[in-house]
């Protein structure tokens, strides 16, 4: 942790994130691990185990053979709060959780908070549709929850996912009280303008922050692969050890395998409470805000908060999402 983190000294009960951990650095130790001890984590287990002497114990049932439903659910604990009513988040379309625990801590002083991690052995069973996605994520979310009030909140295409939960789930009798659609366009997966292995490039260029490349200058060629394509850009950027070319691989396999899907939300009218939270500088504003309005047949709420489509739940506006949300749940937030 050390080493990679490049710290001078890491507590056993230090959480990753919280100490500097990044998307980049994940795929980084994981690989570091699997090296040094010859034992494969699923990247979704530092999201459950983010401490060194949680991850030593999850190693320890790997290696002895005690872990019978390894990487089973994507469900993951971001915020242990006892009182208030759970925040359940939806990341976007790579679906990893790091980006969020700032933000899930600031919420998270308030009530608990849960997100739902892709490429969890069950989601990669049961396919990559956002009908799929969300029966996988309100099942899995019966592991903790009791059928009583709840939040969801989705940023970019988790939000599309946070929709068809909430249809789902009143479908099912029960009654999510309110949906947090952050910087959400819901018709994303209708119209396709790239080649799948392009739009994962462009994504995991930004995720990675690969700011300097021309994405366009950088089409894989003569069957390149595109992960191995990723690790050496991005070993040759940070300087860093190499980032595991089957971590990338799999976030690449499910951006490609979202990405070349298509929805189209058909209209409905949710019992659920709505807020739109838009991002100051987002580019679709105003025409997502047009085109859920088709789908949306209820009033709905709607905020603008500080930054742009990815940086608006970064560490740098977290906290003020977490308190826009609080305050809103709370009743407490007067919207535009």
């Known amino acids: 942790w050390q080493q990679v983190l490049r710290l001078p000294r890491v507590s056993v009960h230090d959480n990753f994130f919280e100490i500097g951990g990044h998307s980049l650095l994940v795929v980084q130790l994981m690989t570091r691990i699997e090296q040094v001890l010859h034992v494969g984590i699923p990247v979704i287990e530092l999201y459950k185990h983010p401490t060194v002497a949680a991850l030593a114990e999850y190693v320890v049932t790997v290696a002895t053979g005690s872990d019978t439903e390894r990487s089973a659910s994507p469900l993951v604990v971001l915020s242990a709060r006892d009182s208030g009513t759970p925040l359940v988040v939806i990341p976007g379309i790579i679906g990893a959780l790091h980006g969020y625990y700032d933000f899930a801590r600031a919420v998270g002083e308030s009530r608990p908070v849960f997100?739902?991690?892709?490429?969890?052995?069950?989601?990669?069973?049961?396919?990559?549709?956002?009908?799929?996605?969300?029966?996988?994520?309100?099942?899995?979310?019966?592991?903790?929850?009791?059928?009583?009030?709840?939040?969801?909140?989705?940023?970019?295409?988790?939000?599309?996912?946070?929709?068809?939960?909430?249809?789902?789930?009143?479908?099912?009798?029960?009654?999510?009280?309110?949906?947090?659609?952050?910087?959400?366009?819901?018709?994303?997966?209708?119209?396709?303008?790239?080649?799948?292995?392009?739009?994962?490039?462009?994504?995991?260029?930004?995720?990675?922050?690969?700011?300097?490349?021309?994405?366009?200058?950088?089409?894989?060629?003569?069957?390149?692969?595109?992960?191995?394509?990723?690790?050496?850009?991005?070993?040759?950027?940070?300087?860093?050890?190499?980032?595991g070319r089957q971590h990338l691989a799999e976030w690449i396999h499910t951006i490609r395998s979202r990405y070349t899907q298509t929805y189209a939300p058909a209209p409905y009218q949710p019992a659920a409470d709505i807020l739109h939270v838009w991002a100051q500088h987002g580019a679709s504003l105003h025409g997502a805000s047009e085109a859920w309005k088709k789908v949306l047949r209820k009033e709905t709420d709607r905020v603008v908060v500080p930054g742009d489509h990815e940086s608006l739940i970064s560490r740098e506006h977290a906290t003020q999402l977490a308190r826009t949300v609080n305050a809103w749940i709370a009743g407490g937030l007067k919207p535009e």
């Open 115 to 243: 997100g739902l991690h892709a490429s969890s052995a069950r989601e990669i069973a049961n396919g990559h549709t956002v009908e799929s996605i969300a029966r996988l994520y309100v099942s899995s979310l019966h592991e903790v929850w009791d059928g009583g009030p709840l939040h969801l909140l989705g940023h970019s295409y988790g939000g599309i996912v946070a929709f068809e939960m909430v249809r789902q789930l009143e479908e099912q009798g029960h009654q999510p009280r309110s949906l947090i659609l952050v910087d959400v366009d819901p018709l994303a997966l209708r119209t396709k303008d790239l080649a799948p292995d392009i739009f994962a490039l462009q994504y995991m260029l930004k995720f990675l922050r690969i700011d300097d490349v021309v994405p366009r200058d950088l089409e894989p060629a003569d069957g390149e692969d595109v992960a191995s394509l990723l690790d050496d850009l991005a070993t040759r950027h940070h300087q860093q050890v190499s980032s």
